[in-house]
Protein backbone atom coordinates (compact mmCIF):
# COMPACT_ATOMS: atom_id res chain seq x y z
CA UNK A 1 0.00 0.00 0.00
CA UNK A 2 1.43 3.50 -1.25
CA UNK A 3 2.09 6.35 1.88
CA UNK A 4 -0.70 8.57 0.43
CA UNK A 5 -3.38 5.45 1.01
CA UNK A 6 -2.43 5.34 4.51
CA UNK A 7 -2.70 8.36 5.16
CA UNK A 8 -6.41 8.81 3.76
CA UNK A 9 -7.17 6.46 7.01
CA UNK A 10 -6.12 8.57 9.73
CA UNK A 11 -2.51 6.79 10.20
CA UNK A 12 0.24 6.44 7.71
CA UNK A 13 2.98 4.70 9.99
CA UNK A 14 -0.72 2.43 11.07
CA UNK A 15 -0.47 1.76 7.13
CA UNK A 16 3.38 0.32 7.33
CA UNK A 17 3.08 -1.22 11.12
CA UNK A 18 4.84 -4.09 10.06
CA UNK A 19 8.22 -2.33 9.06
CA UNK A 20 8.34 -0.20 11.89
CA UNK A 21 11.03 -1.53 14.64
CA UNK A 22 11.67 -0.85 18.03
CA UNK A 23 15.18 0.78 16.81
CA UNK A 24 12.84 3.01 14.42
CA UNK A 25 10.78 4.10 17.05
CA UNK A 26 13.82 4.42 19.06
CA UNK A 27 15.73 7.03 16.29
CA UNK A 28 11.98 8.80 16.34
CA UNK A 29 12.18 9.40 20.12
CA UNK A 30 15.37 10.20 19.71
CA UNK A 31 14.98 12.94 17.38
CA UNK A 32 12.26 14.36 19.14
CA UNK A 33 14.70 14.45 22.00
CA UNK A 34 17.23 16.56 20.21
CA UNK A 35 14.38 18.74 19.67
CA UNK A 36 13.36 19.22 23.67
CA UNK A 37 17.44 20.32 23.41
CA UNK A 38 16.77 24.30 22.41
CA UNK A 39 20.34 25.19 22.50
CA UNK A 40 21.90 21.88 20.10
CA UNK A 41 23.14 22.87 16.99
CA UNK A 42 22.24 20.30 14.01
CA UNK A 43 25.30 21.25 12.62
CA UNK A 44 27.56 20.17 15.62
CA UNK A 45 25.74 16.84 16.51
CA UNK A 46 26.44 13.83 13.95
CA UNK A 47 23.78 12.06 14.75
CA UNK A 48 21.00 14.61 15.31
CA UNK A 49 22.38 16.05 11.64
CA UNK A 50 21.63 12.36 10.68
CA UNK A 51 18.05 11.95 12.10
CA UNK A 52 17.00 15.42 10.47
CA UNK A 53 18.22 14.22 7.13
CA UNK A 54 16.14 10.99 7.60
CA UNK A 55 12.90 12.93 8.54
CA UNK A 56 13.22 14.60 5.16
CA UNK A 57 14.08 11.90 3.09
CA UNK A 58 11.87 8.49 4.65
CA UNK A 59 8.17 9.50 4.70
CA UNK A 60 7.41 7.39 7.33
CA UNK A 61 10.37 7.57 9.81
CA UNK A 62 8.95 11.62 9.55
CA UNK A 63 5.27 10.67 10.30
CA UNK A 64 6.58 8.63 12.86
CA UNK A 65 8.92 11.33 14.48
CA UNK A 66 5.70 13.41 14.45
CA UNK A 67 2.93 10.97 16.28
CA UNK A 68 5.71 10.63 18.41
CA UNK A 69 6.05 14.47 19.50
CA UNK A 70 2.39 14.46 19.29
CA UNK A 71 1.66 11.80 21.84
CA UNK A 72 4.09 14.23 24.12
CA UNK A 73 1.72 17.16 23.59
CA UNK A 74 4.43 18.88 21.13
CA UNK A 75 3.82 20.60 18.30
CA UNK A 76 5.85 20.60 15.70
CA UNK A 77 6.62 23.95 13.73
CA UNK A 78 10.05 22.87 11.57
CA UNK A 79 11.98 20.35 11.06
CA UNK A 80 15.11 21.11 9.20
CA UNK A 81 18.79 21.86 9.34
CA UNK A 82 18.40 25.35 10.18
CA UNK A 83 15.91 24.88 13.24
CA UNK A 84 16.38 21.13 14.03
CA UNK A 85 13.14 19.56 15.43
CA UNK A 86 11.52 22.96 16.16
CA UNK A 87 8.81 22.10 18.52
CA UNK A 88 6.44 24.32 20.80
CA UNK A 89 4.13 22.65 23.62
CA UNK A 90 0.97 22.02 23.22
CA UNK A 91 -1.16 23.71 26.41
CA UNK A 92 -2.11 20.48 27.96
CA UNK A 93 1.37 19.37 27.33
CA UNK A 94 3.68 18.30 30.33
CA UNK A 95 6.33 20.48 28.58
CA UNK A 96 4.23 23.67 28.63
CA UNK A 97 5.64 26.42 30.55
CA UNK A 98 3.06 29.06 31.83
CA UNK A 99 3.12 32.07 32.36
CA UNK A 100 1.76 32.59 36.21
CA UNK A 101 4.57 30.07 37.23
CA UNK A 102 7.14 31.59 35.44
CA UNK A 103 6.37 35.17 37.53
CA UNK A 104 6.29 33.48 40.29
CA UNK A 105 10.10 32.42 39.73
CA UNK A 106 11.17 35.41 38.66
CA UNK A 107 9.44 37.40 41.53
CA UNK A 108 8.31 37.31 44.66
CA UNK A 109 5.89 39.92 43.74
CA UNK A 110 2.54 38.42 42.20
CA UNK A 111 1.56 41.60 40.66
CA UNK A 112 4.84 41.35 38.18
CA UNK A 113 2.56 38.63 36.45
CA UNK A 114 1.53 41.20 33.71
CA UNK A 115 4.61 43.03 33.45
CA UNK A 116 6.52 39.58 32.96
CA UNK A 117 4.28 39.01 30.39
CA UNK A 118 4.20 42.35 28.23
CA UNK A 119 7.95 42.11 28.32
CA UNK A 120 7.92 39.29 26.77
CA UNK A 121 5.53 40.46 24.31
CA UNK A 122 7.58 43.09 23.56
CA UNK A 123 10.66 41.60 23.20
CA UNK A 124 8.93 39.67 20.33
CA UNK A 125 7.81 42.50 18.30
CA UNK A 126 10.65 44.68 18.36
CA UNK A 127 12.85 41.36 16.90
CA UNK A 128 10.33 40.95 14.65
CA UNK A 129 8.70 44.29 13.64
CA UNK A 130 7.69 43.79 9.97
CA UNK A 131 5.63 40.95 8.59
CA UNK A 132 8.77 40.47 6.15
CA UNK A 133 11.19 39.58 8.92
CA UNK A 134 9.24 37.00 10.20
CA UNK A 135 8.40 35.90 6.15
CA UNK A 136 12.43 35.88 5.72
CA UNK A 137 14.29 32.46 7.03
CA UNK A 138 17.45 34.65 6.57
CA UNK A 139 16.51 37.26 9.09
CA UNK A 140 18.25 38.06 12.57
CA UNK A 141 16.49 40.21 14.93
CA UNK A 142 18.44 42.27 17.27
CA UNK A 143 17.08 43.65 20.62
CA UNK A 144 19.02 45.19 23.65
CA UNK A 145 17.29 45.19 27.17
CA UNK A 146 17.29 49.02 27.56
CA UNK A 147 16.05 49.40 24.25
CA UNK A 148 12.98 47.01 24.85
CA UNK A 149 12.29 48.81 27.91
CA UNK A 150 12.66 51.98 26.05
CA UNK A 151 10.22 50.75 23.51
CA UNK A 152 7.58 49.53 25.97
CA UNK A 153 7.82 52.80 27.77
CA UNK A 154 7.45 54.79 24.42
CA UNK A 155 4.10 52.50 23.71
CA UNK A 156 3.23 53.33 27.23
CA UNK A 157 3.19 57.33 26.29
CA UNK A 158 1.37 56.72 23.10
CA UNK A 159 -1.36 54.35 24.70
CA UNK A 160 -1.31 57.66 27.70
CA UNK A 161 -2.24 59.78 25.04
CA UNK A 162 -4.55 57.67 23.42
CA UNK A 163 -6.33 57.72 26.68
CA UNK A 164 -6.30 61.22 27.25
CA UNK A 165 -7.72 62.36 23.75
CA UNK A 166 -10.82 60.10 24.49
CA UNK A 167 -11.46 61.66 27.47
CA UNK A 168 -10.70 58.41 30.08
CA UNK A 169 -10.16 57.87 33.32
CA UNK A 170 -6.24 57.51 33.91
CA UNK A 171 -6.34 56.31 37.07
CA UNK A 172 -5.07 52.77 37.57
CA UNK A 173 -7.21 49.90 37.86
CA UNK A 174 -6.96 46.83 39.72
CA UNK A 175 -7.01 43.99 37.66
CA UNK A 176 -8.14 45.57 34.32
CA UNK A 177 -7.20 43.69 31.38
CA UNK A 178 -5.37 45.33 28.16
CA UNK A 179 -2.53 46.97 27.12
CA UNK A 180 -4.03 50.69 28.48
CA UNK A 181 -4.02 49.52 32.14
CA UNK A 182 -0.49 48.05 31.77
CA UNK A 183 1.08 51.45 30.53
CA UNK A 184 0.04 52.52 33.61
CA UNK A 185 1.90 49.92 35.84
CA UNK A 186 5.09 50.12 33.69
CA UNK A 187 5.37 54.01 33.39
CA UNK A 188 5.13 53.93 37.04
CA UNK A 189 7.86 51.65 38.00
CA UNK A 190 11.81 52.40 38.40
CA UNK A 191 13.22 51.37 34.78
CA UNK A 192 16.72 50.29 36.39
CA UNK A 193 16.70 51.08 40.45
CA UNK A 194 19.93 50.27 42.05
CA UNK A 195 20.90 47.59 45.14
CA UNK A 196 23.76 48.73 47.01
CA UNK A 197 25.62 47.41 44.33
CA UNK A 198 24.74 48.93 41.77
CA UNK A 199 22.77 46.01 40.11
CA UNK A 200 19.79 46.83 38.78
CA UNK A 201 16.52 45.62 40.68
CA UNK A 202 14.49 42.45 39.74
CA UNK A 203 11.31 44.34 40.69
CA UNK A 204 12.59 47.25 37.88
CA UNK A 205 11.30 47.34 33.99
CA UNK A 206 14.91 46.35 33.11
CA UNK A 207 15.36 43.57 35.58
CA UNK A 208 11.89 42.19 34.51
CA UNK A 209 13.26 42.69 31.01
CA UNK A 210 16.66 40.75 31.76
CA UNK A 211 14.74 37.48 33.47
CA UNK A 212 12.65 37.60 30.18
CA UNK A 213 15.36 37.12 27.92
CA UNK A 214 17.72 35.66 30.43
CA UNK A 215 14.41 32.60 29.94
CA UNK A 216 15.05 33.32 25.95
CA UNK A 217 18.07 32.39 26.16
CA UNK A 218 18.83 29.50 28.33
CA UNK A 219 15.38 28.00 26.05
CA UNK A 220 17.24 28.43 22.85
CA UNK A 221 15.47 31.18 21.35
CA UNK A 222 17.89 34.19 21.87
CA UNK A 223 21.82 34.60 21.24
CA UNK A 224 23.71 36.66 23.56
CA UNK A 225 26.03 39.04 21.53
CA UNK A 226 27.02 41.52 24.39
CA UNK A 227 27.21 43.43 27.24
CA UNK A 228 25.69 47.30 25.47
CA UNK A 229 22.61 48.83 26.61
CA UNK A 230 22.23 46.25 29.74
CA UNK A 231 22.86 43.30 27.26
CA UNK A 232 22.60 43.32 23.71
CA UNK A 233 20.95 39.58 22.10
CA UNK A 234 19.94 38.03 18.41
CA UNK A 235 17.39 35.93 17.76
CA UNK A 236 17.64 32.02 16.30
CA UNK A 237 15.37 30.19 14.10
CA UNK A 238 13.27 28.81 16.79
CA UNK A 239 12.79 32.16 18.25
CA UNK A 240 11.16 32.99 14.51
CA UNK A 241 9.23 30.38 14.23
CA UNK A 242 7.64 30.58 17.45
CA UNK A 243 6.73 34.15 17.47
CA UNK A 244 5.10 33.36 13.91
CA UNK A 245 3.31 30.92 15.40
CA UNK A 246 1.90 33.89 17.79
CA UNK A 247 1.92 37.00 15.61
CA UNK A 248 -2.16 36.62 14.73
CA UNK A 249 -2.34 36.71 18.85
CA UNK A 250 -4.73 39.41 20.15
CA UNK A 251 -1.87 40.93 22.22
CA UNK A 252 0.78 40.64 19.48
CA UNK A 253 -2.11 42.49 17.32
CA UNK A 254 -2.52 45.73 20.25
CA UNK A 255 0.44 46.38 20.08
CA UNK A 256 1.76 46.61 16.98
CA UNK A 257 -1.60 48.46 16.54
CA UNK A 258 -0.06 51.78 18.08
CA UNK A 259 2.71 52.22 15.24
CA UNK A 260 5.14 52.75 17.72
CA UNK A 261 8.64 52.94 15.96
CA UNK A 262 11.34 50.68 17.68
CA UNK A 263 14.08 52.81 19.67
CA UNK A 264 16.99 50.46 19.51
CA UNK A 265 18.48 50.57 16.06
CA UNK A 266 16.18 52.92 13.48
CA UNK A 267 16.71 50.52 10.97
CA UNK A 268 12.47 48.89 11.10
CA UNK A 269 9.38 50.38 12.29
CA UNK A 270 6.10 48.84 13.34
CA UNK A 271 3.36 48.74 11.00
CA UNK A 272 -0.08 49.09 12.27
CA UNK A 273 -2.21 46.32 12.08
CA UNK A 274 -5.13 45.97 9.57
CA UNK A 275 -7.93 45.37 11.75
CA UNK A 276 -7.38 48.49 14.08
CA UNK A 277 -10.41 47.52 16.85
CA UNK A 278 -9.05 47.03 20.23
CA UNK A 279 -8.12 44.09 21.51
CA UNK A 280 -7.98 42.84 25.01
CA UNK A 281 -4.24 41.41 26.53
CA UNK A 282 -4.76 38.69 28.88
CA UNK A 283 -2.72 38.84 31.80
CA UNK A 284 -0.61 35.52 31.36
CA UNK A 285 -0.01 36.67 27.37
CA UNK A 286 3.31 36.09 26.77
CA UNK A 287 5.85 34.34 24.60
CA UNK A 288 6.19 30.91 24.88
CA UNK A 289 3.86 30.48 27.86
CA UNK A 290 0.38 29.49 28.07
CA UNK A 291 -2.72 31.43 30.43
Known amino acids: MSASAGEGDGGGVRARAGSVTPADAADAARLVAFGLQPKLVPARDVEYAELLRRHRDDPAFARLADAVAAG ?6 EVSTRAGMAVTA ?19 DSGDRFLHGLAHLAVAALAFPRPEDLADDGYIGRITVNGVDAF ?57 VGKAVA ?18 YRTTARYQLQVRDMAGSAAMA ?19 ADDTDDVGLVAEAGLPFHS
Open 215 to 232: FLTDSGFLQRTGDDAGGA
Open 72 to 77: LGLVVL
Open 90 to 108: AEDSVFAVRMGDYARRASS
Open 152 to 208: VRQACRRLEERAEESGENTDPASGAPGLEAAWRVWARRSATGATKDARRLAGSTTGI
Open 254 to 272: ELLELGVVPVSDGTASLLP
